[in-house]
């Protein structure tokens, strides 16, 4: 079966989305897009999906009879409208992080989906799909033991102007407070932030570089560097300390040179380039399961816990050094 699919959205990662279902992966096929930007969504046609209909809402195109499936990859503000259309409708949606701008907003699209009785949404937390982090969840569950302590950072070369301290949660930490509930099968219960001095090439409305520490309810201790102005490249590590060794992410792969009297490796600046072979991963789960009529992947409980968990770091960030409870509702048996 291919499945037909509408997107909402076209900007650069709806756009990227796009390209990889019409020319890499299997079993889908553009068929309607729509964006605030009409030119936009006809750029997309044009240079990817010539045979898609330009819809003027995100409403019009989920009702529409020609789609299967959604992807919901526009401004995160409008995400919660488009996915509660989308369960509403009974359609499978793939919706970018985040799930909702608010736990709020977040846990009304749990409700609806535990109302509809089944899986219908995959929230874009492409890590999972990462060969890297699989490989490192494996050694941690088989071979080093249970886990202690993680030390992780999360480093950008640069960030825009419009850039602010809160966004160092809610665009940046995102992922890891997502990845580091599946890696280590655990929740959080508290979390902290230190700010060390401001960096140079930071500004007026950001403080950066910031460390965010999270307690699990196992008890393991982590530790994250989140430096959005390093200069030097986009760099993701994660160690895992256990009881009988350590684990590390591995880097990503890159020719080792020896030149100019230095032994070097390229880094990467770009994330898209980082977890590019993530998200057609991701995107292939989400077409066999769409096929199927359901979804698979990262819940809307996965949202709404990276929700929750977002907003208790922001508080933290105003609270700086104190700790500041996470407390999560029970999980609904939906996502057991």
């Not at 990662?13 to 936009?40: C, F, P, Y």
């Not at 932030?193 to 500004?203: E, G, K, L, Q, T």
Request: net charge negative; aromatic share 6%.
């Amino acid at each position: 079966m291919t499945v037909r699919l509408g997107i909402i959205g076209t900007g650069a990662i709806g756009r990227d989305h796009a390209r990889r279902i019409e020319q890499v992966l299997a079993g889908g096929k553009i068929v309607a897009l729509t964006d605030v930007n009409r030119e936009s969504a006809e750029a997309v046609r044009a240079d990817i999906a010539p045979d898609a209909e330009i819809f003027e809402t995100g409403e019009e195109l989920i009702a529409s009879p020609l789609v299967d499936a959604v992807l919901v990859t526009s401004w995160g503000a409008s995400h919660e409208q488009y996915v509660l259309a989308a369960i509403a409708a009974g359609k499978p949606c793939f919706c970018e992080k985040p799930l909702a701008t608010t736990a709020d907003g977040a846990k009304r699209i749990v409700d609806a989906e535990v109302a509809r009785g089944k899986r219908l949404v995959q929230v874009g937390f492409m890590r999972r799909y990462d060969a890297g982090y699989i490989a490192l969840k494996e050694a941690v569950t088989s071979r080093t033991g249970a886990p202690i302590m993680v030390h992780a950072a999360h480093r950008n070369p640069t960030v825009p102007q419009h850039y602010v301290t809160p966004m160092a949660i809610h665009d940046t930490l995102i992922h890891e407070i997502d990845v580091f509930r599946w890696l280590l099968d655990d929740d959080y219960v508290s979390a902290r932030v230190i700010f060390p001095r401001r960096a140079a090439r930071s500004h007026g409305k950001l403080r950066d570089p910031q460390v965010v520490l999270l307690e699990t309810a196992k008890g393991v201790v982590i530790d994250v560097e989140i430096f959005v102005n390093c200069h030097y490249g986009y760099d993701i590590q994660c160690e895992v300390v256990g009881e009988d060794g350590i684990a590390r992410l591995p880097e990503p792969m890159a020719v080792q040179m020896r030149l100019n009297a230095s032994l070097q490796n390229p880094i990467l600046t770009d994330w898209k380039d980082r977890f590019i072979a993530s998200y057609d991963v991701e995107l292939q789960d989400f077409l066999k399961a769409a096929a199927q009529g359901t979804a698979t992947g990262p819940t809307c409980w996965d949202g709404y816990v990276a929700a929750i968990t977002s907003d208790a770091c922001v508080t933290a960030q105003e609270r700086e050094g104190e700790a500041v409870a996470i407390t999560l509702p029970s999980r609904p048996a939906l996502y057991s």
